[in-house]
């Protein structure tokens, strides 16, 4: 079946710093990729949406320039967490979905996040 | 847009009883449905969807939903509850060719 790997699976880094996460489709080609955010006990809020190659559509209430995505391939997409801050300690998640009528998504294993 | 609603924060049951996760959704046009179990510090497992066909889905681990399209309802079931289903329950609705909107979730608990 269809995979998705997400990288790191946890990281601590400092306030100020960068952080950027990886999700990669392995045996499929991700045309669209999602990124979510989850807070402890709470649901997964949708952060932006990109397909392979163009600018990604952010929610309202996203920052764009401080989370950078970019999915520059069919089978990778980046989030950057830019001059995080403890407020932006988070469990993040991709999921990807593939050209097809197997419609379906993929779902990474998720990323903590905890900026100290 | 579409949105999902999860009537049930929180789902105490004792082992072996049945239970009924709800789940009803929000649309202007035809969805898929999914449900999800989320274990701590874990992704997301789909536990089984709606895409079309038959209403009554199957999944994993017992689970099945029925899709009620009138009452615009997707509620979760299984007859028969393990300890090891303690998690939290999450349903989702996507519009075709849309992203993927989640409800607030639900904790189950499945006590001895």
């Known amino acids: 079946g269809a995979v998705v790997s997400q990288h790191p699976s946890w990281v601590i880094c400092k306030s100020g710093t960068s952080v950027k996460i990886e999700c990669r489709s392995l045996?499929?080609?991700?045309?669209?990729m999602f990124w979510y955010r989850q807070f402890p006990k709470k649901s997964l809020m949708l952060m932006a949406t990109s397909n392979e190659g163009s600018k990604a559509t952010y929610e309202q209430g996203v920052e764009k320039d401080k989370f950078l995505i970019n999915h520059a391939s069919l089978t990778l997409s980046t989030l950057t967490v830019t001059s995080a801050h403890p407020e932006d300690s988070s469990f993040y998640i991709c999921?990807?979905?593939?050209?097809?009528?197997?419609?379906?998504?993929?779902f990474g294993s998720g990323t903590r996040l905890t900026v100290v | 847009a579409q949105s999902v609603t999860q009537l049930d924060s929180q789902v105490p049951v004792f082992e072996e009883a049945p239970v009924e996760l709800r789940c009803n959704y929000s649309s202007s046009v035809s969805v898929y449905l999914f449900w999800y179990v989320q274990y701590p510090n874990q992704g997301l497992q789909l536990l089984l969807k709606y895409l079309s066909g038959s209403t009554l889905v199957k999944g994993i681990n017992g689970f099945e939903a029925e899709f009620n399209k009138s009452q615009t309802s997707f509620h979760l079931r299984k007859p028969s509850v393990h300890i090891s289903d303690t998690a939290e329950y999450f349903c989702a609705v996507s519009e075709i060719n849309n992203d993927m909107r989640f409800g607030a979730g639900t904790r189950l608990t499945v006590k001895p």
């Open positions: 999921s990807a979905r593939g050209a097809g009528s197997n419609y379906g998504y993929t």
């Open positions: 045996d499929f080609q991700a045309t669209t």
